[in-house]
């Protein structure tokens, strides 16, 4: 491109949710993630400068999901394994609405477990899965796609849980990553897809045992996901009853009508 | 093709699922479906002869949703309009797993608003709407796909209520068909979904104050669905925990463990 | 399902074309291929009984690729490697308009490079690779999926041909098989896409030094790709003028017109 | 979002290219384009102020598609209608690798029949035609688009001509607008379609009889598809012939090997 110009940019607000349980309950965890895995994903993308990054745990009043927090966050990353099944479902309904009104969504590893992700995708989002600390390579199948820019031609992974297909999601909008282990198996790990006017990105790696969020390059896929989910244009303003005298073209009514005036059903 | 012979074809089991409501509550709609709109659409399956097709209501035992009649259904119809509300959640949730395991699920018209529509699609399913009888125009804009079979360019309704966009749904696997309305609207009317093994058809036509299930093309387009929507290979057999000796590749396991020997994690 | 009944069916014809080189020049080849690899592919698919099946190589008139043959092929299934540049642009065309007009193709291994295919992916199709007989594991991430009927978790090739990630293909509309490989990548290596009125097939193993389509495993795939591609429904009928008086709703006809009354440019 | 920061931003390079026939040749079209089409589509982008727009023509060197343009191009828009012919199969294949390589293509109207958009779709790309100055009206399917920015729920256009399904296109992998037209048809008019590292937007309305291209709100649709179009990472290094002892893990070659070292197949 030519050489650029300073332009006036819209700061991007980012919340970094996480359970945070592993890390106050195994030695092993802790010694990896002392302040929590969301401390240190959200230290990744603070050292980006251009962000706006602040964190929320599964402790924090209305699980650290409310619509204050959600009214100021443009996208949510979600990190979540062990407590699932304490998150509400008034949480889950107000994140899956935000999420269909533009909110970025930016689901980490066990995370495809978490209800949100469940009731987001329609389907089971089981998977095959193995905790062996074996080899992971995370391959770049789409070097053209956001996400994966700095990326090479893959992220070796010396130690990962194996997560393996069949992957219980509807087939991504956009493939980022594929991935290779050691064991044998394959898993489609960096996967996009549209949602309402939301945009939500699944990425794998990041088992709480080893350091995967440490790793630079795993930094780097999550901020370029990050500035991908951006909200874009607006919400979709249905469902939205029109009146016959406000068709976009001229008509009159014919035969039985069901609805009221205002579009309800009636009787 | 070349000249046929007789092969061995496996038989279709099909249920036609119906709310029942408007047909029983308003005259209008009982002079064109005296029998309800579950017995029209199961006679024009009947007349193909191949199918084992029978109804279900909901207000059938277990609302016309039971394990044992989903163990006898290949294919579910869908329609629903007045009670969405009144379908429990269990029953959404068997017939998603059905879905999910591979039992093809037409949902008609109103049912874009079912609670299992809503649950497969994880979208808000809205749309814009208006009940003036207005014409409707049913574009076949994919003339090779097998739900199209049969059909010209276009099936022309009379009367019609105007669904229009923004349609809140994920963007269709496959596209069939696109709607003309006369007040000045367009929709998406005609959509596939694969969702686990199974098969979703959507298909907007269909009001109900309206014959619009008598007319022979639109029986038509609902034959083909149910053809389309046959179940396929198997379910996926996941979750899965694999143990690191049943690891495809032979490896040893290396570090910090959180699952016990099942996969479960651990205290 | 229910127990079945006899139906009339369709007998599909299928033409397994193969530019036939390796198998007369190359000595290892032809252990493994006497007759050819279109003969153990073809003699494959006869087995199943009911499909009518031919075969025919660039050795044989038109390139073994004429419009009579066409005439008479629903599915095409097509095997090249050395032989890419001398196949005909016309022979090409051909092909591309048959499959436009709703002919399957089934593109095998080294057909990614053909010029068929990448003619309709409209991308470069190129790919990684190397050649050490290394293990491949095909894993079936579409359990659901008609071409992975009576395929289990995964196909094992002891010795394959890696072919890796980026592939540079169209994201798959359907995508029924990902591979594993010992040397470290993956491969999106079984790909369906929709093409005007057709369905393309691209199927990756099957380095003619190793004897795959002996496989029966292999064998059903392609079996089972053969009757998925199956053409349906028609072909478009357009570029398609419509004069002003033939819309479908009554419009009249403003300001300039710079085509003539058959739809052609004015000079 | 909170408010902003000011940020180094890239500049785009973009390219409005024009076949520039039939604004010379017919003085109805004169009148409305007295510069040319692209000479108004360029001004509508540079009033943004933050865009390098410069124009081209099929009566320059090198048909306006030269090497050395397209190394200063970052987002090429394509205007043709009357001399697709003309195009030269080279100028086609520079555009088609420089896309694949991750130029942005936004092609306009007629362009659909343009031989670079034919060549990157691989699909007829016909469609239903009539030129009759009727009514379009552009509905917003996906308000979260990032194209759809700023655009209401439709755009109506006074006159326009009416392109119509089926439209011979893959379908898109991301669908913006779909077009109502007072005759009766319904037109996939605004579609988003990855291939190789490179984005193309295909936007119908632009029947260069009418005044289109000086409505605002078209000129912002085109402005938000060549912001959508700014190419992203990079073109994926394939093909790659990968040596046994390059691989990721290690392997060693066993059986016939058909490849010389360098990857080329042996005489």
Not at 89 to 98: D, F, G, T
């Amino acid at each position: 491109m030519a050489p650029g110009k300073l332009r006036f940019m819209k700061q991007l607000r980012v919340t970094v949710w996480n359970e945070f349980v592993h890390e106050r309950q195994n030695s092993e965890v802790k010694k990896i993630y002392p302040e929590g895995i969301h401390e240190v994903i959200a230290n990744g993308l603070k050292a980006h400068g251009e962000l706006d990054v602040k964190t929320a745990t599964l402790q924090e009043k209305d699980q650290g999901l409310g619509e204050q927090l959600l009214d100021n966050t443009d996208v949510l990353l979600y990190w979540g394994h062990a407590a699932h099944d304490e998150v509400s479902e008034e949480a889950v309904s107000r994140l899956q609405r935000r999420v269909l009104d533009g909110m970025g969504l930016i689901v980490l590893h066990s995370g495809h477990y978490s209800k949100i992700f469940k009731r987001l995708m329609g389907t089971s989002c089981a998977l095959r899965y193995r905790e062996a600390g074996e080899r992971e390579r995370v391959w770049n199948i789409n070097p053209g796609h956001p996400i994966a820019e700095g990326i090479g031609d893959y992220i070796e992974l010396e130690q990962s849980e194996m997560y393996g297909e069949p992957f219980g999601i509807p087939q991504p909008d956009e493939q980022v990553f594929i991935s290779w282990f050691q064991g044998g198996e394959v898993f489609r790990g960096g996967n996009c897809w549209f949602r309402g006017s939301g945009r939500i990105f699944y990425f794998s790696p990041g088992h709480e045992v080893y350091p995967i969020y440490h790793n630079k390059q795993i930094q780097r896929v999550i901020y370029n996901a990050v500035r991908w989910a951006e909200p874009r244009g607006r919400r979709a303003e249905v469902p939205l009853h029109v009146a016959v005298e406000d068709a976009p073209e001229k008509i009159s009514a014919r035969g039985t009508i069901l609805h009221d005036k205002k579009g309800k059903l009636k009787g």
